[in-house]
């Protein structure tokens, strides 16, 4: 089946009791059991399993070409999930420019917990090749990267990784299965932020996990068990109905994308464009060989922080907040919104500067919000 096709139907069977076609919200913590020792279709307590959880689990899974999916309460409880994947003395290499979410997890907590974390850009294979030493035993990858937009070698990592039997990870949260399709490039383990273009409404926090590995997938099935940091129904619910519009949207997302960054990097107040869709990216090549397209994400440099509250604050249209992915378009400041957490001086070594705004383009006609980042950026002095 087509993309489209799976979004809609992939664990969205009818109900077996109405026939209802949109997957019911089982609002309910239990279930009654027909005996002792015999629940009913499987279904004990709510925090193991849930019908509606179990639907966008099965979902995103067919989506990504993955054999299992579990659903987390949240991007990061899905991403904290994955790292129960190595324990105390284990070795971790990781994207420098990750998220600031992810990079406080993994350098405040977990580093805690005696796991070794080595940050190195992942898009110089070469660079990821040193750094795995023999306690590796894993690889995280976020492609393209938040929010400078670096893409990485999803096979070319995954055939090193592969080599000396080392875990690839890849948060596919900017890109969406739609987009990309690392299990197909060699990544082991894909996870999601469904706050982000699964939902795509911004009405929903929620965060994905999905793999092929049977033995792996024991093993977050547990740990999602035992922690509990579960996907409520509601939530569930909400995301299914996002994924089936994923295709639409996406497109959508991306057309507008090419157009707002054209614009931009024409622009004389823009110093700098982060996009991969841009001839200018030096990894433009790469992300039209790995990518179905270049998404609706895009960062630019206006110089300054005056320069950049002074955009951020003039858009009439796109609202200043946190989050991307969603139908409206969002603005936002990563220096100090998503990526406050990271080093001062680690932020400038990776062009996180002072000057940078990220947009995510929305769902909106093109030429409005082309125009509304054309009058903030006259705002500049």
């Known amino acids: ?27 309910t913590s239990t279930y009654a059991q027909e005996g002792l020792g015999k629940p009913r279709g499987g279904f004990e307590y709510a925090r193991t399993q849930n019908p509606t959880r179990l639907a966008v689990e099965r979902n995103v899974a067919a989506l990504e ?103 690839v990870v890849c948060d596919n949260t900017f890109m969406s ?76 997302h991306d057309k507008s994308g090419r157009a707002v960054a054209a614009f931009l990097e024409e622009h004389p107040k823009v110093e700098k464009l982060y996009y991969p869709g841009s001839l200018s990216h030096k990894q433009h090549e790469l992300a039209k060989r790995q990518q179905r397209g270049f998404g609706g994400m895009v960062s630019f440099d206006v110089g300054s922080l005056e320069n950049a509250r002074a955009v951020l604050e003039g858009c009439r249209l796109l609202t200043l907040a946190e989050s991307l992915g969603a139908v409206e378009s969002l603005i936002s400041h990563p220096a100090t919104m998503t990526h406050a957490s990271v080093l001062p001086a680690t932020r400038q070594r990776l062009g996180i500067t002072d000057g940078l705004v990220r947009v995510s383009v929305g769902l909106e006609d093109t030429d409005d919000i082309i125009a509304d980042l054309d009058q903030a950026l006259g705002k500049i002095k």
């Open 1 to 27: 089946m087509g993309f489209a096709t799976t979004a809609i139907h992939a664990g969205n069977e009818p109900d077996p009791t109405t026939g209802a076609v949109s997957v019911p919200i089982y609002q």
């Open 65 to 167: 070409g993955a054999r299992f999916g579990f659903a987390f309460a949240s991007g990061m409880s899905a991403i904290d999930a994955v790292l129960r994947l190595v324990k105390a003395g284990d070795h971790v290499v990781v994207s420098d420019n990750t998220y600031g979410g992810t990079y406080r997890l993994f350098s405040r907590i977990l580093s805690n917990y005696g796991i070794e974390f080595s940050f190195v850009d992942t898009s110089d294979s070469g660079e990821v090749e040193r750094a795995l030493k023999e306690n590796t035993r894993m690889v995280y990858v976020e492609t393209p990267t938040n929010p400078v937009m670096t893409v990485t070698d999803l096979t070319a990592v995954s055939e090193l990784a592969r080599a000396r039997g080392v875990r």
């Open 177 to 252: 299965p739609y987009l990309q399709r690392p299990i197909e490039l060699g990544a082991d383990i894909v996870l999601h932020s469904a706050t982000k273009y699964l939902n795509g409404h911004s009405d929903s926090v929620g965060g994905v996990v999905v793999l092929n590995d049977e033995q792996d997938a024991e093993w977050l099935k547990f740990v999602q068990n035992s922690v509990g940091a579960i996907l409520s129904p509601f939530d569930s619910w909400l995301t299914l109905r996002g994924t089936k519009t994923l295709a639409l949207r996406m497109e959508q």
